[in-house]
């Protein structure tokens, strides 16, 4: 037991079994970081990173008009200092804001018209005013209109590629539909769909399905090369009656002796007929150097030729790709003396059928009719010439500019096909359709696994940062229409690159984000830890997410990867239940919006004090044992059996399995929670309750000291920003009712005061009319 001395002189003793390891972190980072990062407002202009407000100027900018003769280009932007200070936007009814400028720079060109070339005629530069962006106050929280209002982050889908099926609800036999959907982070939606005759077909956008063919043929495949890369091939010879196929260990694992195969020296029987080719009978033939094996007729017979079987005398084709071989086929061959059948191998039981009779039923034969077909399916009135279909097609998953997976969208397709592709490739590749393509078979056939989409692998956090992100850009796209008509409308020598920009329809965007959107709330300020919780809640709802009455039970339960990340006390009561979640207490959020949560390291038997953030993706396949494990001085497991979680199952395992170890019992549950003594002998619905009342208490006008409490109480109240802490130690010169004055005893260069003054709130009115004094 531990004791330590508070401020105020009581002597506070610790009951802890378990000592900490790590300290829990600033409770209001999520907001804060999310922020900063959106405005960089500290960074050099050109140490920008592509994200937040720069990243959305570097992707609409440069504006060019229709005929290429001037383009309006993005250079930097900085803020200037807000007109009021946050006290004085709460007295006034003023949002607490800073002027944006922005230099963009106006390029004319003169085009020749005989050559085409281009030279630059008039390059002007100006520092153009694009309205007001409210900043955050240190507390994370907006002054809009006088009002304290909170930003609550979104938990929603993550861009990326899921597989799923219908659990047997579309058809009235229960049969399993399999379907697979490539979501972006702005662009079209790509699905690939299985329906009841087992044909895969392709819907873009939610329109009407195509057949899969269409698409692959489109991405430049033709028959030929669409069959071998979803299918493998057989070579099959003859000698007289008898016919040989040529091994293939990865195919010949499925299949079954048609004949006795002999050794070609001993004529010892390798394997007998009926058998089934086993690592070790594979092993067998290469050893003894058995390159071909007998097979019967029926094998060879109603199979499907992988290439064109050409007379090479004539030139003649004798089986087309794709065709099936018949005896009548067959005789032919062997009568024109063909040495080699390729045949592809389609067992319907490890490998169906499902994209040659797609291909059956699919009547475009060539490349850029397929494009032309996928053109009139999405723009059914226009006219469909071969150059703006393919356009048209190139524009829609391979331009940077109408499609973006988002770094997030990429990391989750590498993680899923196993690729290396760098996370700046934001759009689509042809290798990830098809491979995506493959993977939906492959599941069709019995291999890979469908997708959890409530997995927290699978869902990440948009935090106030990327929503404002996200409305600024659809601003900025407005804009970016008005300044292109004005650009050919005008003689454009004569313009100023202000005579352009309109900077109206962006500021207008963030207004109404901030005063009218969901996901933008009055804050909940009845006592510091409502503030606290609200600025950690994670809300399913609003634009882009669930709406209520469409949630089912599964997005609201509980799930096995919200251990540590996502509180699972913590949710309201009603029709909101599941759908509005607390981050638990270590929870943090990464750069592609993942929660993480702290786990200490574990290295043969011996936990260690060194501490690593996993999200559900990175601590799939780790024995984790819990925070409360027996555990020595030395760091040892004092049991023979230590109690872990490994996939979201529990299991019992030997000390040297265990890899990583909880940080801290409280980890599992969030801030409201934590504050409840022996929350481990609550009801979990009476648990519930008491974490959302706590929410609900009116503070005391003189506050008291808790008879007993968790240690988390302290950190509460420092980051809710109800408490005043001193920036630098010093001496306190004076103290009245308003403001404290500490006289600094180091001052570094930077400091120019050598007091700090601290400005205390006297009887203001909160916003749940609760009284705030200091």
Not at 14 to 20: A, G, L, V
Not at 530 to 542: F, M, N
Not at 628 to 644: M, W, Y
Request: aromatic content about 8%; charged content about 30%.
């Amino acid at each position: 037991m531990s004791s330590s001395h508070v401020p105020t002189g009581i002597l506070r003793k610790d009951f802890s079994k378990i000592h900490k390891i790590v300290e829990l972190p600033n409770l209001i980072e999520i907001q804060k970081l999310s922020y900063d990062k959106y405005l960089q407002a500290d960074v050099a202009p050109e140490s920008r990173a592509d994200t937040g407000l720069q990243g959305v100027f570097k992707s609409v900018f440069p504006i060019r008009d229709f005929n290429q003769t001037a383009s309006l280009e993005f250079v930097s932007y900085r803020f200037e200092r807000p007109a009021y200070e946050v006290n004085e936007c709460r007295e006034r009814g003023m949002t607490f804001s800073a002027p944006l400028k922005v230099t963009v720079r106006l390029v004319v060109w003169d085009v020749s018209d005989d050559a085409g070339g281009r030279s630059i005629r008039d390059v002007k530069e100006q520092e153009v005013y694009f309205g007001e962006i409210p900043l955050m106050t240190d507390t994370g929280t907006f002054i809009i209109n006088g009002t304290e209002r909170v930003v609550v982050s979104q938990l929603h889908r993550s861009p990326g590629v899921f597989f799923e099926h219908d659990k047997g609800k579309t058809h009235s036999s229960g049969k399993l539909l399999y379907s697979a959907r490539i979501i972006p982070n702005r662009g079209s939606w790509l699905d690939f769909e299985f329906d009841p005759k087992d044909i895969v077909y392709v819907r873009i956008d939610r329109r009407r399905k195509l057949p899969v063919t269409v698409l692959i043929r489109a991405l430049g495949l033709n028959t030929e090369q669409m069959l071998n890369y979803f299918y493998k091939t057989e070579t099959f010879t003859y000698e007289g009656k008898n016919l040989f196929k040529t091994v293939e260990p990865e195919i010949l694992t499925m299949q079954r002796a048609a004949k006795d195969i002999k050794h070609p020296k001993t004529g010892e029987v390798l394997v007998k007929k009926g058998r089934k080719f086993n690592q070790s009978a594979i092993e067998k033939l290469q050893k003894a150097k058995v390159n071909e094996i007998p097979v019967e007729l029926e094998e060879v017979v109603g199979r499907p030729a992988a290439h064109d079987i050409v007379d090479k005398a004539t030139g003649e084709v004798v089986l087309e790709c794709n065709q099936i071989l018949t005896e009548e086929k067959l005789e032919e061959i062997k009568k024109r003396k063909i040495a080699e059948i390729p045949l592809l191998f389609i067992d319907n039981f490890n490998v169906g059928p499902y994209i040659r009779n797609t291909l059956l039923i699919d009547k475009v034969p060539t490349t850029e009719e397929a494009i032309t077909e996928i053109y009139r399916r999405l723009r059914p009135g226009d006219p469909a010439t071969i150059e703006t279909a393919t356009a048209f097609f190139e524009n829609l998953f391979f331009n940077p500019e109408r499609y973006d997976l988002s770094k997030v969208g990429r990391l989750k397709i590498n993680h899923k096909f196993g690729y290396d592709v760098p996370l700046e490739i934001t759009t689509l590749r042809k290798e990830d359709i098809l491979d995506t393509i493959k993977y939906l078979v492959n599941l069709k056939d019995g291999f890979g696994q469908v997708d959890d989409i409530d997995h927290l692998g699978n869902r990440r956090v948009r935090a106030v940062g990327e929503l404002l992100e996200n409305q600024y850009r659809i601003g900025l796209v407005r804009m970016e229409r008005a300044i292109k008509e004005r650009m050919s409308l005008q003689e454009i020598e004569t313009l100023m690159p202000h005579d352009l920009i309109n900077p109206k329809p962006v500021s207008a965007v963030v207004k109404e984000f901030f005063g009218s959107s969901q996901l933008s709330q009055f804050m909940d300020q009845t006592n510091p830890l409502s503030e606290v919780t609200h600025k950690r809640r994670l809300s399913a709802l609003g634009p882009g997410g669930l709406t209520r009455e469409r949630a089912g039970f599964e997005v609201r339960d509980v799930h096995a990867t919200h251990y540590g990340r996502i509180c699972p006390i913590e949710t309201p009561e009603g029709p909101n239940i599941g759908l509005i979640a607390s981050l638990s207490s270590y929870a943090r959020v990464n750069e592609f919006g993942f929660i993480e949560t702290p786990y200490r390291k574990v290295a043969e038997g011996k936990v260690t004090d060194e501490v690593i953030y996993c999200s559900a993706l990175d601590e799939e396949g780790f024995y984790i044992a819990q925070a409360n494990a027996a555990v020595d001085e030395k760091g040892h497991f004092k049991n023979d059996l230590v109690s872990c979680r490994k996939n979201g199952e529990f299991v019992m395992v030997q000390p040297k399995e265990v890899e990583l170890m909880d940080v801290s019992p409280n980890q599992l549950v969030s801030i409201a929670a934590s504050l409840i003594p022996f929350l481990e002998h609550d009801d979990a619905n009476r648990a519930l309750m008491g974490s959302n009342m706590q929410r609900q208490a009116v503070p005391l006008l003189r506050s008291e000291t808790p008879l007993v409490g968790t240690g988390v109480e302290k950190k509460v109240a420092e980051d809710s920003g109800v408490t005043i802490r001193a920036r630098r130690s010093g001496v306190i010169q004076s103290v009245d009712a308003d403001r404290i004055v500490v006289k600094a005893e180091k001052t570094s260069r930077k400091e120019s005061s050598e007091v700090d003054i601290y400005n205390l709130v006297k009887y203001r009115r909160s916003n749940q009319n609760t009284c705030y004094n200091q």
